[in-house]
């Protein structure tokens, strides 16, 4: 009697047709089985967090949110065990990228020569400037270690202190003869030293000599 039962239900469940699938919790809705890996890789990608619903003419919540089934319970436990991994990726590549950039722009600026490191008339290096220059080559990173030279609106000046950096770079000892040497459009952020120096010695020269006032009869006792 059992045996004829369980092959009724056998020709029963063939007569059915294909499209008559079990749902929940067998079947998800886009036809892939529960549990299975195929299920679990196509959730894989779904956002964490609460998802958005609109519900009596409002979208609860009101800020944007994923919409949507919700993550399965393993995706959930996955999000909280390994938070803020890996949504904190991105932001620190950005982060590094932003101060690599600030670092790589304050090599180029501090490796760059100026109008006061050479001489106005010849283009030559002056004291300044190959001190710099030395400085270039026995104190920069390799990394950050190249010759920028500000470019002025004369070429043939500008072929003058290339010449004369180049020059002067095969008397140091020690340095890269495969240095670059480059031109730049830059101009200088602050003063050169003899300049700084200048305006403090004028201002001490100029600076008018103290003057004592007077001493009035009642403040002849107060003189502390």
């Not at 036809?31 to 196509?42: I, K």
């Not at 964490?48 to 800020?63: C, D, L, N, S, T």
């Not at 500000?150 to 043939?156: F, N, T």
């Amino acid at each position: 009697m059992a045996i004829r039962r369980r092959m009724i239900a056998l020709l029963v469940l063939a007569a059915l047709p294909q499209s008559a699938q079990a749902d929940w919790p067998f079947w998800a809705n886009d036809g892939v089985r529960r549990g299975t890996r195929e299920y679990y890789e196509t959730k894989a990608a779904d956002p964490p967090g609460a998802r958005q619903h609109y519900k009596a003419g409002k979208f609860w919540p009101v800020e944007p949110r994923p919409t949507g089934p919700s993550q399965t319970f393993i995706h959930k436990y996955h999000h909280t065990h390994y938070w803020p991994q890996p949504y904190v990726c991105l932001d620190r590549e950005n982060t590094h990228a932003i101060l690599n950039s600030q670092v790589s722009n304050g090599w180029i600026d501090a490796t760059t020569m100026y109008d006061y490191h050479f001489d106005a008339a010849t283009g030559e290096l002056n004291s300044h400037g190959q001190h710099h220059l030395a400085w270039i080559v026995t104190h920069v990173p390799a990394e950050y270690r190249q010759v920028n030279l500000a470019q002025g609106i004369d070429p043939i000046i500008n072929s003058e202190r290339v010449r004369s950096v180049e020059q002067y770079l095969t008397r140091l000892p020690g340095a890269d003869r495969s240095l670059i040497v480059q031109m730049r459009v830059s101009d200088p952020n602050g003063r050169p030293a003899g300049e700084v120096q200048r305006i403090f010695k004028a201002a001490q020269e100029n600076a008018p000599p103290p003057i004592l006032s007077k001493l009035t009869a009642g403040d002849e006792g107060n003189t502390n």
